[in-house]
């Protein structure tokens, strides 16, 4: 791997990082003065869509774009920053505001500036409670030294910034579940149209955007595109529909590595990569039998498949749903796939919020088939149904109104589909004399979560 300057992690290691004075040191909102002496809030606008960012907190778009699609003339604008970080084994977000909040919080004026928000709230997780002591902390300082409130730097621009605890439910990390819930309501997704960008918070037009991403801001304002734009992989020009995947990436690894951890690294790197150079490889001297790319929601990648690029296209070469949070989970050789499919559909079934009968229901009858693989009473017709209800919810074939289903389905097709073998293997060990039944099967007496 080339050489690479660690940007969004690089002041979390030095005594005091969380503080305004450790910040400032360090170049901290020089960026934001610059930018408010010298630029419009258009040219801002411009500038990140020029750099190519995009959102890091699971679908990747880009940034610049989403900004321009606000209404216009409509007033009051309202930032929402997304720092639910809900997808199991993701917590980059809460490395970033615990060690370096004021890097967030640089990225979110200046962010609020570009949009002409004049409001910010940032949605945090309950289970966060240093995140919230270390981010109210960072914004007391800067009302006090006049980087928030009235008039900002001495120019025609006020902004406040306001922390919301959330009760973390997985479907509040969907932008309009999230905008729900931070109004007081139950966090059901709306229906799209109207986006969030016309009608979003309060009905006023509103910007949703991740941690990272405005962290993010904070460089490009102060690098520039082209050092963003030389990090990371250049969008394919035989392929309209690749924006390219630059910049920096915060990369979660977790378990079975010897050194599981938050690394930084430009996008594109392999999951290999990541595995043997950041995290010190597979632990135990074991093999490694699969990773989870981006978090639960996108899938599988199989052993052989593990030198597929981290970056935005990536994972969906090789069947995944994609990068996601760049969340990299390892099994080694000994780990069951049913088990960690019946776990991947636990959650699911858990957090559908139950608005949509396709993922409520292919959610609930999804775990209720493994509980009964599981307890030996499972028929191979079980992994084709299993299939039919992850290819038939969700988003992308159209039946329901937010991701949660596409993420609940992913790890369904993944599993079965590049692990088929073993699942086979298990239900004719576990049921000998009934695997090869196609009669309704009986319900346990004694069914997981449901």
Sequence with gaps: MPAFEPVLLANIHK????????????GGYRALKKTLAEMSPDDVVNLVKASGLRGRGG??????????FLAKGVM???????????EPGTFNNRI????????????????????????????????????????????????????LGKNILGKDFSLDIYLHRGAAAYICGEETGLIESLEGKRAW???????????????KPTVVNNIETLACVTHIAGRGVEWFKSIGVPADPNNPRDAGSYGPKLYCLSGHVNKPGC?????????????DEFGGGVWKGRKAKAAIPGGISMGLLSEKELDTPLDFAGPGKVGCLGLGTAAVVVMDETTSMVDFLHNSCRFFAHESCGQCTPCREGTSWAVRMLDRIQAGKGRLKDLDLLLEIADTIGIIPGTTICGLADGAAWPIKNAIRKFREEFEDYIRRTNPSGYMSTEPAEALEVVGIH
């Design 15 to 26: 005594p005091d990082s969380h503080t305004l004075r450790v910040y400032e040191s360090a």
């Design 59 to 68: 679908a990747g778009f880009p940034t610049g774009m989403k900004w321009s």
């Design 76 to 86: 009051p604008v309202y930032m929402c920053v997304n720092a639910d970080e809900s």
């Design 96 to 147: 970033l505001m615990e060690l370096d909040p004021h890097q967030v919080l640089e990225g979110t004026i200046l962010s609020c500036y570009a949009t002409r928000a004049t409001t910010a709230y940032i949605y945090l997780r309950y289970e966060y409670p240093l995140s919230h002591k270390r981010l109210q902390a960072a914004i007391d300082e800067c009302y006090a030294a006049g980087y």
């Design 189 to 203: 997704p709306r229906i799209k149209p109207p986006f969030p960008a016309v009608e979003g918070l309060f009905r």
């Design 263 to 275: 690394y930084e690294a430009p996008l594109g790197i392999t999951c290999r990569q990541l595995i």
